[in-house]
């Protein structure tokens, strides 16, 4: 391990498809985790992201307004990599009848500097894709129209010197991507946390002998009427044994998993950690809060509709919403005296300081992070109860209320519930959740990290060594 630290030995890499500009939770709990490995467990996190955007001087912006990423963990996009470094692959043969973008076609601009031209046919699909380097001269091409004889055009990546003259391709962006990571590892001890279900689907193909490859599961894994296995994660959850670790962040998930998929995969779990701070419990509190992505999964409406309820009866009550997305006219429409709605903010969880009350209605979870910082903050939380995290988290009718999912007139009740409940009373339920709170502080957390890192490391090594077993025995039967 890392000198100081309780991690095991081995740089510490994060695989996820993007950073978006305002984003949400997926994004910040994979920055959290990363802080906490810098900053607690004395290692350096590289978090790597593929997403092809030209917002990255905004996204920029966005990570050092909200403390983002601090020392320790760096952030480092593929196509802005490509710009700067060069990169190991086919020879290109002849030109392979590449052909540059000509100056003019769809330029596109980050912080004032040209980086893309972009090719866009009739119907809007993409078709080629040039990526420039500071000085304009072009470092890396995405063909997605090569002509293959499957009759099917086939996606090359093709790298360029600073002449503009083809240095090496590859045949599709997995194989780019394999690349990448293959340098930045350059064969030592590595640790690669994939934490996007879109980069799972590539990293449970990547294997390589000093790599120690985890799939981090954010968000449930079930339809929402919990028959069956979401579409989206269909293709991951059949191929699970091939990481050395899956971790979730609910004991229940996992094991819901398990009895699922069986008892190959090392599914583990561990929780997103949460800081808990000195809280005053005995002040008077205002209102109802909600921090989410305006979204349909998310079923703010909900939230709107229980407020409006119980207005009738506790006419002081009040809604903050914090989040954006695609409902958001229609909820402001919708929506009644004493409800007000402040859009994306990055301070959106100071409000947890101030609210009585959290309100969380989404139709699943994976552990549900603002539960945590919510009783963390003292601020008790009404939730839906969903898979996976909020049962988990809350105690119902100590440190906050569990309703049942979907029931607007319970969450309602609950709201009601809460408004009159006694100072006393009030306070004893905040302290309690913020004690329950502390059960996810960052070092128990960064504990089960550790624990959970060796042994992701102990099965790769028996899994490279049985796989060396079969293939002395493979080519014995071959020879005989």
């Avoid at 969450?411 to 408004?419: E, F, H, M, P, W």
């Amino acid at each position: 391990m890392t000198r100081g630290s309780i991690l095991p030995a081995g740089r510490q890499f994060v695989l996820t498809w993007g950073v978006p500009r305002e984003y949400g939770g997926l994004t910040a709990a994979l920055l959290q985790r990363s802080r906490l490995f810098a900053g607690r467990g004395a290692t350096p996190v590289h978090v790597l992201t593929c997403d092809d955007r030209d917002d990255r001087a905004a996204v920029a912006a966005e990570l050092a307004r909200r403390d983002g990423l601090t020392e320790g963990v760096t952030l480092t996009n593929l196509w802005d990599w490509l710009r700067e470094n060069d990169l190991r692959g086919r020879p290109v043969a002849g030109g392979a009848g590449f052909a540059p973008l000509p100056a003019g076609a769809d330029e596109e601009f980050s912080g004032g500097v040209l980086v893309r031209r972009v090719r866009v046919d009739a119907d809007g699909s993409v078709r080629q894709i040039d990526h420039l380097r500071a000085d304009g001269t072009l470092a890396a091409s995405d063909r997605r129209d090569v002509p293959h004889s499957s009759g099917r055009p086939r996606r090359v990546i093709v790298t360029c010197d600073e002449s503009g003259a083809p240095r090496a391709a590859w045949r599709g962006v997995r194989e780019l991507y394999a690349a990448w990571l293959d340098r930045l590892t350059a064969g030592g001890r590595s640790f690669l946390l994939v934490d996007s279900k879109a980069m799972a689907r590539f990293a449970s193909g990547y294997r390589r002998p000093g790599v120690v490859v985890l799939h981090v599961v954010h968000g449930s894994h079930l339809t929402d009427d919990g028959t069956a296995i979401r579409p989206s994660r269909a293709e991951v959850f059949s191929r699970l044994s091939a990481f050395d670790a899956v971790v979730f962040c609910t004991a229940r998930q996992a094991g819901d998993v398990r009895r699922e998929v069986g008892p190959a995969p090392l599914l583990a779990v561990v929780p997103h950690p949460v800081a808990v701070g000195d809280v005053d419990t005995r002040s008077p509190r205002e209102g109802a809060v909600v921090i989410a992505r305006l979204e349909p999964i998310k079923r703010v409406e909900h939230a709107v509709d229980a407020v409006t309820r119980a207005r009738r009866r506790a006419p002081s009550l009040t809604l903050d919403v914090y989040g954006d997305g695609p409902v958001r006219s229609r909820l402001e429409e919708t929506a009644t005296d004493g409800i007000r709605f402040h859009g994306f903010d990055p301070a959106a969880r100071d409000a947890l300081s101030r609210a009585s009350v959290l309100l969380l209605t989404s139709r699943s979870e994976a552990f549900s992070l603002v539960v945590a910082e919510a009783m963390a903050a003292g601020c008790l939380p009404i939730a839906y109860d969903v898979p996976y995290g909020p049962r988990e988290l809350i105690v119902d009718g100590r440190t906050g209320w569990l309703v049942p999912a979907g029931d607007v007139d319970a969450l309602a009740d609950a709201l009601v519930r809460a408004a009159s409940l006694d100072p006393a009373a009030l306070a004893r339920m905040r302290r309690q959740a913020v004690e329950r709170a502390r059960l996810y502080d960052e070092s128990r957390v960064l504990t089960r990290w550790a624990l959970t890192l060796s042994r992701a490391a102990r099965r790769h090594r028996l899994r490279r060594a049985t796989w060396r077993i079969r293939e002395v025995v493979r080519r014995r039967l071959r020879i005989g």
